[in-house]
């Protein structure tokens, strides 16, 4: 499997709607948000220090490092805040839907390119699954 490539993380359910969660994709660590709009995969280590920023709290569409409270914004990485001034990367998501589950899945992109706001939208990223 190659980084291009979706990978399917979790179902849509096992996200609550306003907290990060921590998963592991292909040894990448990744932090998904779901908001009441989309859902968001970022890197999920700090880049102001090795830690994860999926143990802090979400505001508005940042989330916070719990560390120092540098806010990055979910759609690009970006912290808006100080100490840390290198942005995170982001990643592609979308919602698939197999049988009756909203299956989310997240394409490991290059570290610099921000996720783009049509393909998560839970309102309309809904695929039907690729035949293999
Ligand atoms: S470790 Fe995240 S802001 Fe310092």
């Given at each position: ?17 306003g907290?990060?969660?921590?998963f ?7 932090a998904l948000v779901?908001t009441l ?10 880049s ?6 999926s ?12 560390m120092h409270g ?7 990485g ?8 290198t942005?995170?990367p ?5 919602i698939t ?6 299956v ?10 921000p996720a783009?706001?049509?393909?998560t939208?839970?309102a ?9």
């Open positions: 499997m190659t980084e291009s490539a979706f990978i399917a993380v979790c179902d849509l359910d096992d996200l609550p709607i907290r990060a969660r921590a592991r994709v292909m040894d990448t660590p990744v779901r709009e989309r859902v968001h995969a970022l890197h999920d280590v700090c102001h220090a090795d830690v994860p920023l143990d802090g709290d979400i505001v508005g569409n940042t989330i916070e490092c719990w540098s806010a990055f914004d979910l759609t690009t970006c912290p808006l805040t100080p100490p840390a001034v942005p995170v982001v990643y592609l998501t979308r839907q197999v049988d009756d589950r909203a989310v899945e997240v394409r490991l992109t290059s570290a610099a390119a783009d706001p049509s393909s939208s839970l309309t990223s809904r695929t039907a699954p690729e035949e293999s």
